[in-house]
C-alpha cells in the first residue's frame, strides 16, 4: 500500500540556518504531496502541497519539490527561525482523499 | 478564520472505560475524519464519514470504535472499552468536498488534538 518515510527528528539546528527535512513516498499512481506542521498545542496545519511531478510548493519560506524519479518531497528552508520551531509532518493524499502521513520530524531552533 | 474545536484537549481514562471524544467541524463542511497518532508512530487514518455514514475505515477502526453527529454540529469518536494500546493522540478533521473540484477537495481542517491516556 501507499506509504510516507520521513527522517527521525529531533532536528536541532541553530538560528540562520539551513534546513533540510527528508522525505520519500511510495504510491501507486501520482498523488498529490504535502507537508503539515503542528505547532506546540495547536493542530495540524498545511504548510505546503505540490499536485504533480515537479511541482514546487512553497510558503513562509519553505519548500518542497515534487520529485517522481526518486519519489522524494523534500522540506527545505534556507534560514530557520525560532518561530518554526515545531513538528512537520510529510503526507500524500490518496485516491479517496484520504492523508498518508510520515511519522512526523521535531524540529528545534534555538537562538 | 473557521476552525476545527475538539474537547477535552487531554483525557485519562481507565482500562476498559468507554471514552467520547469530541469534535465540532467547520459548519459548512461535509466530511469528516478521525486520526490518530500513537506516541512516537505515525499519524494513522482511522475513518472517514459523510452524509451520516461511514465511508471509508481502517483496519484499526474495528468494533470497540464508532463514530456518530449526533447534532447536526458535533461529530464523536467513542471507544467502547479503552485498551492500553488506545493511548494516543485523535485528530479530528474536516473539508468541504465538492464534487469534481480537486483543489478543494485535498483541502483537511484539522483540530488540535485529544490526548488520550489510558491507565
Known amino acids: 500500500g501507499d506509504s510516507v518515510t520521513q527522517m527521525e527528528g529531533p532536528v536541532t539546528l541553530s538560528e540562520e540556518a539551513c534546513l533540510t527535512i527528508?522525505?520519500?513516498?511510495?504510491?501507486?499512481?501520482?498523488?498529490?504531496l504535502f507537508w503539515y506542521v503542528q505547532y506546540p498545542g495547536e493542530g495540524l496545519q498545511l504548510l505546503l502541497k505540490a499536485t504533480k511531478a515537479d511541482d514546487k510548493g512553497s510558503n513562509k519560506g519553505f519548500e518542497a519539490t515534487y520529485r517522481k524519479e526518486t519519489t522524494s518531497f523534500h522540506l527545505e528552508k534556507g534560514s530557520v527561525q525560532v518561530s518554526d520551531s515545531a513538528v512537520y509532518f510529510c503526507a500524500l493524499m490518496d485516491s479517496s482523499y484520504k492523508l498518508i502521513f510520515g511519522s512526523g520530524t521535531r524540529l528545534l531552533v534555538r537562538p | 478564520e473557521p476552525e476545527v474545536t475538539q474537547t477535552p484537549s487531554h483525557q485519562v481514562t481507565q482500562m476498559g472505560q468507554e471514552v467520547i471524544l469530541r469534535c465540532v467541524p467547520i459548519?459548512?463542511?461535509?466530511?469528516f475524519y478521525w486520526y490518530r497518532q500513537i506516541l512516537g508512530q505515525k499519524v494513522e487514518f482511522l475513518v472517514s464519514f459523510y452524509n451520516n455514514e461511514i465511508s471509508e475505515k481502517s483496519e484499526i477502526f474495528d468494533d470497540q470504535f464508532s463514530v456518530e453527529r449526533p447534532d447536526g454540529s458535533n461529530f464523536t469518536l467513542k471507544i467502547r472499552s479503552t485498551k492500553l494500546e488506545d493511548s494516543a493522540m485523535y485528530f479530528c478533521a474536516s473539508s468541504p468536498r465538492v464534487a469534481g473540484r480537486r483543489a478543494t477537495n485535498e483541502k483537511l481542517f484539522f483540530g488540535s488534538g485529544t490526548q488520550l491516556s489510558v491507565l
Open positions: 527528508n522525505c520519500t513516498y511510495t504510491a501507486t499512481g501520482y498523488p498529490s
Open positions: 459548519s459548512n463542511h461535509l466530511y
